[in-house]
C-alpha cells in the first residue's frame, strides 16, 4: 500500500511541502516535547453524526490508535490527503471507517434533505465550520500534547447500519444529550477533548428531525 502523504503548511498559510502521515505525526510530537510548540500544520475534518431523534453516535478509539487510545470520540476523523479536499475526505472516511454511504449538501438545504431522504440507506451531511488553527489536545503514551490543524468540521444525520472496515474504531454508542452530558460530568478522562469542544461549539445544531415519508406518483 502506497504512503499516505499530507500536504504540510506553515502557520503563515504557506504550503512548505508533503510528508508521510507516521512521520508527521512523529516530527509535531517530538517538536512538541522539545518546544511546547509546533511550527507545521496539516489539513483534517471532524464528523458528529446523530440519528434523526437527534441521538449522537460517537465511536471509541481502537487501542491501535497512537492518540487518546480507549477514549470515546467523534463519529469519524481524518487526514485529508495530498490532493483531496475536506468535503472528499469526509466521505471516504465514512465508507473507510464505518462502512456507510455519505453525501453533502448546503447548509440550506440539509434540514429539508435529512427529512426527505431515507436515513437507513445514506447519511446525509453538511459543514459548519472550517477553524484555521484548531487546537487538538491528544494523549500519547502518559504524555499531553497539542495538534494543529486547519479542521474542517462537519454534522450529519444517519439511521443505518455500520460496519467497521478498519482498526480506527473498537466500538460504538449512542446517546442522547443529557446521558452524554452526564457521562462526561462523571467520567471526564473517558472522553476527548474534540467530542468536549463540537459538543460546546455545536449544540444547537444537535437536534431530532421529522422524517418525511416520500410517496410515489405516476
Given at each position: 500500500m502506497a504512503a499516505e502523504l499530507l500536504d504540510i503548511y506553515s502557520f503563515e498559510g504557506e504550503l512548505v511541502g508533503q510528508m508521510e502521515k507516521k512521520e508527521f505525526h512523529e516530527t509535531i510530537r517530538q517538536e512538541y516535547?522539545?518546544?511546547?510548540?509546533?511550527?507545521i500544520r496539516?489539513?483534517?475534518v471532524r464528523l458528529f453524526l446523530m440519528t434523526s431523534k437527534g441521538r449522537v453516535i460517537l465511536q471509541r478509539r481502537s487501542k491501535w490508535k497512537g492518540d487518546n487510545q480507549g477514549l470515546w470520540d467523534k463519529t469519524v476523523g481524518g487526514h485529508?490527503?495530498?490532493g483531496d479536499t475536506f468535503e472528499l475526505t469526509a466521505l471516504k472516511e465514512c465508507a473507510e471507517e464505518l462502512g456507510?454511504?455519505?453525501?453533502i449538501v448546503s447548509p440550506e438545504i440539509f434540514d429539508n434533505t435529512a427529512e426527505t431522504t431515507d436515513l437507513s440507506v445514506l447519511a446525509i451531511l453538511r459543514p459548519v465550520a472550517l477553524?484555521?488553527?484548531?487546537q487538538s489536545h491528544r494523549m500519547n503514551e502518559g504524555s499531553k500534547w497539542v495538534e494543529t490543524g486547519m479542521t474542517q468540521f462537519f454534522i450529519g444525520?444517519?439511521?443505518g447500519s455500520i460496519r467497521f472496515i478498519d482498526s480506527e474504531c473498537c466500538g460504538l454508542q449512542v446517546f442522547n444529550l443529557e446521558e452524554l452530558d452526564d457521562e462526561i460530568k462523571q467520567y471526564p478522562d473517558n472522553f476527548t477533548d474534540d467530542i468536549k469542544y463540537i459538543l460546546s461549539k455545536f449544540?444547537?445544531?444537535i437536534k431530532p428531525i421529522e422524517q418525511k415519508k416520500h410517496?410515489?406518483?405516476?
Open positions: 516535547k522539545e518546544k511546547g510548540s509546533t511550527s496539516h489539513k483534517h485529508v490527503t495530498s456507510i454511504p455519505s453525501t477553524l484555521d488553527n484548531y444525520y444517519y439511521d449544540r444547537g445544531l410517496v410515489l406518483s405516476d
